[in-house]
């Protein structure tokens, strides 16, 4: 007889941590369970690519939904993520399940790094430089 069940805890031997003891949840295929999913982040971002930095902020997301139709990771598309923007989990959509978390929650976000703010800040200073000699030119 085969029965499904979900890993509920594990527990490692501190040194060569292998497992020690495992507890397993019985489930059934017709009555919906409550896991943690891991995040994957696929694609490029622009903002990336302009100088910010990624930082992912839940590694995990708790969905709700019957074993059979439980992913192995979901997917998060940062494609179109520019410097200051985040992927909400409202903004994420996985087929077939209820995702616990707070719609307002951000997983993942581009952040502008201290060199990339340096940089615009010394573009910045160089343009007002650049302007007020033109000033002074044609006000002599």
Do not use: C, W
């Amino acid at each position: 007889m085969v029965k499904l069940a979900k890993v509920q805890e594990l527990q490692f031997e501190p040194v060569s941590e292998d497992i020690m003891h495992a507890d397993f949840m019985e489930v059934t295929a017709d009555s919906p369970i409550s896991i943690a999913v891991p995040v994957k982040i696929v694609g490029n971002s622009p903002g990336v690519r302009a100088g910010g930095k990624l930082q992912l902020k839940i590694k995990k997301l708790i969905v709700k939904g019957l074993i059979a139709d439980l992913p192995e990771y979901i997917e998060v598309n940062i494609d179109k993520l520019q410097i200051g923007k985040s992927v909400k989990v409202g903004e994420i959509n996985v087929e077939n399940l209820t995702l616990l978390d707070s719609p307002n929650n951000s997983i993942v976000s581009v952040i502008v790094t201290r060199a990339a703010r340096s940089a615009a800040g010394a573009g910045a200073n160089a343009d007002d430089e650049e302007e007020t000699a033109a000033e002074e030119t044609a006000a002599e």
